[in-house]
């Protein structure tokens, strides 16, 4: 009996030590490409092919294990994998972007930003403008613009400056011009739908205007650089000669990526066939077990966006980098206790694939699959999406919550966990006992449709947090129950292939869905 405890809490220890390593990576990871300038929408395609990733090598990895007995081998190989990878992203460069800017000269001088009909500037994210009024200190730009006849001639009539001399005249036209400006807070231009800042001075060599005006109207396109970090936001665009896939930027965020979701996804399946190795005949201790791991994951969740906001000098780009070295030192220290837990392999089988697919010849297995399709879409919905609808949400309404948003997030995945996850997962042999798996299944579902009824009514993101105490009964109880019914309904020969082709469906199917939430998520508020 001891020597079977010493077991499971080495177990114990493993899903405490690997789900909080990864915790703040995988909750973060949207946001992450957020900031690295992927769009809503090329990030609804990457998840859509990180699941279809993950739902084929799960049953393919059950398969080899159950195949040819290595399961030990594969389990530790990508615990490392994981470790390395996640730590990688921290030397992932971001897209290529510029900040641009129109600079328009008439009875007022203007700096142009953003612009709602498309062209030249960015798209305006009106959200942000909330930030600028709440920043006390001068907002000054220094101006880049390409060479313009036109301008050039009509400031110097308007403005009469030194830089008229005829020197300046001489200059090459592919030299861009520098201008020194200070705008105010206030967006005074709005016409056309494109948004600007009225300039208060210019500066350029030893000569100053202040309110600068024009004869006649003229304007030119510049690269800016402003002490605010909002203006900036909203100037960025991404620059791209032709496609983003000729980005090298692109392609190595695109590996690193597919290959810490690898190393995630095969972990995940090997590590509960593993814990039910050995449990032996007390399965329904499983959630016993793996309550240490969401209760890792909410703590590290905290602590992460904790360390987020902490790090970042600024509301509006957030510093990832602790939580790379925090998910490195951690899985590592995992991959040591994982190392001496020990593994039974499967007993190998000619018969692996024909015992599976009988399985999809029991009506009552077939419902089950499509269950867990079900919760797979309703819980990806959460996953990938939740810490963006915060983030929406915080900008439209509560803007003055955006200094602390990452350490919002953490607390809402802590909720999820250590008030949800860990109570019901400890309880879930009892409940399971006492009500069934059928209805512990359709529990899940009726209470998936509560919590989103109940995230389209919010405004304020520090209400969603009391929302995710149900997080108990959609993933703790109901993680439970698939994994339990799985590991009773499989075949000797084949417990890891149906427990991972099960996790496959969860996290793989189910989760190629999540892309329609992202391309329509602003009709949700």
Known sequence: MFTVN????????????????????????????????????????????????????????????????????????????????AFALNFIQK???????????????????????????????????????????????????????????????????????????TITS????????????????????????????????????????????????????????????????????????????????????????????????????????????RLEDFGEQRCWGSISWGLFSIFGGVLVDYFSNSDIHKNYSPIYYLCLIIVMCDFVVAYKIKITETIGSKNTLSDVFKLLTNVNIVIFFVWIILMGICTSMVWNYLFWYMEDLTQKYHSEQQSWIKT?????????????????LFFSGWIIKQIGHTQCMALGLFTFAIRFYLYSIITNPIWILPVEFTNGITFGLCHAALMEYARIVAPASAVTTVVGFSGALFEGVGMCKTRYLRDHIDDIY
């Open 6 to 85: 010493k077991r499971m809490w080495k177990m114990k220890l493993h899903y405490f030590l690997y789900l909080g390593g990864v915790a703040s990576i995988v909750g973060f990871s949207p946001t992450i490409a957020k900031q690295m300038g992927y769009s809503p929408m090329l990030v609804g395609y990457l998840y859509t092919y990180l699941s279809i990733l993950s739902f084929l090598v799960k049953p393919f990895t059950g398969f080899i294990v159950d195949k040819f007995r290595v399961k030990r081998i594969m389990f530790l190989a990508f615990i490392f994998t994981s470790g390395l990878t």
């Open 95 to 169: 897209l290529p972007t510029e900040n641009v800017a129109i600079l328009n000269c008439n009875t007022t001088t203007v700096l142009n930003v953003c612009s709602n009909v498309g062209g030249q500037l960015p798209e305006c994210d009106v959200s942000l403008f909330k930030f600028i009024k709440n920043n006390s200190e001068s907002i000054t730009c220094q101006l880049f613009c390409q060479p313009n006849k036109s301008f050039r001639d009509e400031i110097c009539k308007s403005w009469s400056v030194d830089y008229c001399i005829p020197q300046y005249n």
């Open 174 to 281: 592919n030299t861009l011009e520098h201008f020194n400006v200070s705008l105010f807070k206030i967006i005074t231009d709005q016409i056309e739908n494109n948004f600007g800042f009225g300039v208060k001075s210019v500066q350029f060599k030893e000569d100053q205007v202040l309110f600068p005006a024009c004869l006649k109207p003229v304007s030119t396109r510049c690269e800016i650089d402003c002490s605010n970090d909002v203006i900036m936001k909203l100037a960025t665009v991404t620059k791209l000669e032709g496609s983003i896939l000729d980005l090298h930027q692109f392609w190595e965020y695109f590996i690193v990526m597919s290959l810490f979701w690898i190393g995630q996804a095969i972990t995940w399946s090997l590590q509960d066939p593993i814990c039910f190795d050995l449990l032996g005949t």
């Open 408 to 424: 919002l997030q953490g607390s809402a995945i802590g909720i999820q966990c250590i008030g949800g996850e860990m109570p019901f």
